[in-house]
C-alpha cells in the first residue's frame, strides 16, 4: 500500500461494467450467520492526479511476492471505507477496506484509546507499504475489541498501534487499514508471532460466523446507492442478480498468496486476444483494471487510444468510443462482458483526476511488468464495480455474479 497524498475527498465516481454469460454450472449455497457492514466510497481530489501511476506501484509490491511484511501498496485514487469501533467503550475509526492486506492497524489520524479490554502484546508491529523505510508503519500490538457493528463483535483482535501512521500517506481522516486478505500476508509483520489471525479468522473462529466468507459489493457512485457494503459469513442475494460461479484460488505465485486467480481477456465478438490465460489477483485496494504491459500494447492498438500523460490513462475520441467493443473476460469457465461504457472512467468526474471534462478516458491501465511474471492483472474497483465479488477462504476460491449494475451506463 504505498504513495503519500493529501486526501480531499469527493464522492466516488461511477465506475461502470459487465454482463455474464454463464458457460459453467453455478455454485450455489446457503450460509447462514451472515451480517453486513455498509461502507463509504470517496475519491481523492487534491492528492495524486495519476492513478494509474499510484495503481501501478501498489502492484509492483505485489510482484515482489506474497508472504512478507511488504504486503501491498495504497493507491492514489479512490477508496472504500468502513467505520469500526476498537475498545468498550468502542472509539471509532474511519479504515480502508483492503483485501490486498491483512493486518488491521489504526494510529494513522486519530490515537488509540486504551480501554479496560486492551491488551500489549509486547510485540512491535511492522508493515512496509514501499520501498522505503520512509514508507512504512510500526508500533505496538494490541489486542482488542472490535465492533464492524452489533452483530460484529471480535475479542481478542490484533490491532497494530502505529506511531508513525502518517507514513502510509492516508493523510485526512482516514486512519488506518481493515486487512481482508488471507492470513499468510500477516507473516512477519508482528515481532512475536509467525502470523497473527485476522478479523475474518477470528469472526470464523469465534463462531460469529458459520463459514469463514466475505462477499463485497460495491456500486458505482452516480447511483442510487452509492456506496458499498460487505457481508461477512456469505454474501447478500438481494445484491445480486444471477448465480454466483466460483473459480479456485490459483496456484501460480506470487498471486496465490492473495486472492488470486486465473483468466483470460479478448476483444470483441470475434475474440482477439488480449491476454492468455494467466494468473492475477482480485483486489479492492486497486482503482483501475490493470493487465501486463504486452497485453495493455494490444489492447492500445485495438482501441486506437493515445496516453495521456497528465492522468496516466489512455485517452480515446467520441468517435472512437462509439466504436468501442466489448471486453470478455472467461474466468472459470464463465464469460464476463465488460461493456464500452464499462472502460470508461466517469466523464462527469473527469476533472477529479486533473483531466479533461469532455475527454474519454479508459480505465485499462499498464501495469508494468509483462506476462508471465506472476501477478499479469488486477481486476480493480472498476471489475467489482459491475460484479458482486466472494472471497471464501472456507473453500479456497473467488466467485462472481451479475449485479443490477452490471449493464450501467451511467459513465
Same mark, same amino acid.
Given at each position: 500500500?504505498?504513495?503519500?497524498?493529501?486526501?480531499?475527498?469527493?464522492?466516488?465516481?461511477?465506475?461502470?461494467?459487465?454482463?455474464?454469460?454463464?458457460?459453467?454450472?453455478?455454485?450455489?449455497?446457503?450460509?447462514?450467520?451472515? #451480517?453486513?457492514?455498509?461502507?463509504?466510497?470517496?475519491?481523492?481530489?487534491?492528492?495524486?492526479?495519476?492513478?494509474?501511476?499510484?495503481?501501478?506501484?501498489? #502492484?509492483?509490491?505485489? %510482484?515482489? =511476492?506474497?508472504?512478507?511484511? !511488504?504486503?501491498?501498496?495504497?493507491? =492514489?485514487? %479512490?477508496?472504500?471505507?468502513?467505520? *469500526?469501533?476498537?475498545?468498550? &467503550? @468502542?472509539?471509532?475509526?474511519?479504515?480502508?477496506?483492503?483485501?490486498?492486506?491483512?493486518?488491521?492497524?489504526?494510529? #494513522?489520524?486519530?490515537?488509540?484509546?486504551?480501554?479496560?479490554?486492551?491488551?500489549?502484546?509486547?510485540?512491535?508491529?511492522?508493515?512496509?507499504?514501499?520501498?522505503?523505510? +520512509?514508507?512504512?508503519?510500526?508500533?505496538? /500490538?494490541?489486542?482488542?475489541?472490535?465492533? %464492524?457493528? !452489533?452483530?460484529?463483535?471480535?475479542?481478542?483482535?490484533?490491532?497494530?498501534?502505529?506511531?508513525?501512521? !502518517?507514513? #502510509? =500517506?492516508?493523510?485526512? +481522516? *482516514?486512519?488506518? *487499514?481493515?486487512?481482508?486478505? @488471507?492470513?499468510?500476508?500477516?507473516?512477519?509483520?508482528?515481532?512475536?508471532?509467525?502470523?497473527? &489471525?485476522?478479523?475474518?479468522?477470528?469472526?470464523?473462529?469465534?463462531?460469529?460466523?458459520?463459514?469463514?466468507?466475505?462477499?463485497?459489493?460495491?456500486?458505482?457512485?452516480?447511483?442510487?446507492?452509492?456506496?458499498?457494503?460487505?457481508?461477512?459469513?456469505?454474501?447478500?442475494?438481494?445484491?445480486?442478480?444471477?448465480?454466483?460461479?466460483?473459480? @479456485?484460488?490459483?496456484?501460480?505465485? &506470487?498471486?496465490?498468496?492473495?486472492?488470486?486467480?486465473?483468466? +483470460?481477456?479478448?476483444?470483441?465478438?470475434?475474440?482477439?486476444?488480449?491476454?492468455? /490465460?494467466?494468473?492475477?489477483?482480485?483486489?479492492?485496494?486497486?482503482?483501475? *483494471?490493470?493487465?501486463?504491459?504486452?497485453?495493455?500494447?494490444?489492447?492500445?492498438?485495438?482501441?486506437?487510444?493515445?496516453?495521456?500523460?497528465?492522468?496516466?490513462?489512455?485517452?480515446?475520441? !467520441?468517435?472512437?468510443?462509439?466504436?468501442?467493443? +466489448? %471486453?470478455? $473476460?472467461?474466468?472459470?469457465?464463465?464469460?464476463?462482458?465488460?461493456? @464500452?461504457?464499462?472502460?470508461?472512467?466517469?466523464?462527469?468526474?473527469?476533472?477529479?483526476? =486533473?483531466?479533461?471534462?469532455?475527454?474519454? $478516458?479508459?480505465?485499462?491501465?499498464?501495469?508494468?511488468?509483462?506476462?508471465?511474471?506472476?501477478?499479469?492483472?488486477?481486476?480493480?474497483?472498476?471489475?467489482?464495480?459491475?460484479?458482486?465479488?466472494?472471497?471464501?477462504?472456507?473453500?479456497?476460491?473467488?466467485?462472481?455474479?451479475?449485479?443490477?449494475?452490471?449493464?450501467?451506463?451511467?459513465?
Amino acid at each position: 500500500m504505498v504513495l503519500s497524498r493529501s486526501l480531499s475527498y469527493l464522492l466516488l465516481p461511477a465506475l461502470a461494467f459487465l454482463s455474464l454469460s454463464a458457460r459453467a454450472s453455478p455454485h450455489s449455497r446457503t450460509i447462514p450467520s451472515t #451480517a453486513t457492514l455498509k461502507l463509504a466510497v470517496k475519491i481523492n481530489a487534491n492528492g495524486i492526479k495519476n492513478i494509474a501511476a499510484a495503481d501501478r506501484a501498489r #502492484a509492483q509490491i505485489f %510482484l515482489q =511476492g506474497g508472504a512478507s511484511s !511488504s504486503i501491498s501498496a495504497v493507491n =492514489g485514487g %479512490l477508496d472504500y471505507t468502513a467505520v *469500526i469501533g476498537v475498545g468498550s &467503550p @468502542p472509539t471509532y475509526y474511519t479504515l480502508l477496506v483492503d483485501t490486498g492486506s491483512s493486518n488491521t492497524w489504526i494510529g #494513522a489520524s486519530k490515537p488509540y484509546t486504551v480501554t479496560s479490554t486492551s491488551e500489549d502484546t509486547g510485540g512491535q508491529f511492522y508493515v512496509a507499504y514501499g520501498t522505503s523505510s +520512509s514508507q512504512s508503519v510500526s508500533g505496538e /500490538e494490541y489486542l482488542d475489541t472490535v465492533t %464492524l457493528n !452489533s452483530d460484529l463483535v471480535i475479542t481478542k483482535q490484533s490491532i497494530g498501534v502505529a506511531e508513525n501512521g !502518517s507514513n #502510509a =500517506g492516508l493523510g485526512g +481522516s *482516514i486512519d488506518g *487499514i481493515l486487512g481482508l486478505g @488471507p492470513v499468510g500476508l500477516t507473516q512477519t509483520s508482528v515481532s512475536n508471532a509467525y502470523e497473527v &489471525p485476522t478479523v475474518m479468522d477470528n469472526l470464523y473462529s469465534q463462531k460469529t460466523i458459520s463459514s469463514e466468507v466475505l462477499g463485497v459489493f460495491f456500486s458505482p457512485a452516480p447511483s442510487d446507492d452509492a456506496t458499498g457494503e460487505l457481508t461477512f459469513g456469505g454474501y447478500d442475494t438481494s445484491k445480486i442478480t444471477g448465480s454466483v460461479n466460483y473459480v @479456485p484460488i490459483t496456484s501460480t505465485s &506470487p498471486a496465490n498468496a492473495y486472492w488470486g486467480i486465473d483468466q +483470460s481477456i479478448s476483444y470483441g465478438a470475434n475474440g482477439a486476444v488480449i491476454l492468455t /490465460e494467466t494468473a492475477g489477483i482480485v483486489d479492492t485496494g486497486t482503482t483501475l *483494471i490493470m493487465i501486463a504491459t504486452d497485453a495493455f500494447y494490444r489492447y492500445q492498438l485495438a482501441t486506437g487510444a493515445i496516453l495521456d500523460l497528465t492522468t496516466g490513462l489512455l485517452m480515446i475520441s !467520441s468517435n472512437q468510443y462509439n466504436n468501442l467493443l +466489448s %471486453l470478455y $473476460y472467461t474466468i472459470g469457465g464463465v464469460s464476463y462482458e465488460l461493456t @464500452p461504457n464499462g472502460q470508461i472512467w466517469p466523464r462527469s468526474l473527469n476533472t477529479a483526476i =486533473g483531466g479533461t471534462a469532455d475527454a474519454v $478516458y479508459l480505465i485499462v491501465s499498464n501495469l508494468g511488468s509483462p506476462t508471465g511474471s506472476g501477478v499479469d492483472f488486477i481486476n480493480g474497483y472498476f471489475f467489482l464495480q459491475r460484479f458482486y465479488s466472494v472471497f471464501d477462504t472456507t473453500n479456497s476460491q473467488v466467485g462472481f455474479a451479475t449485479t443490477a449494475y452490471t449493464n450501467a451506463t451511467s459513465n
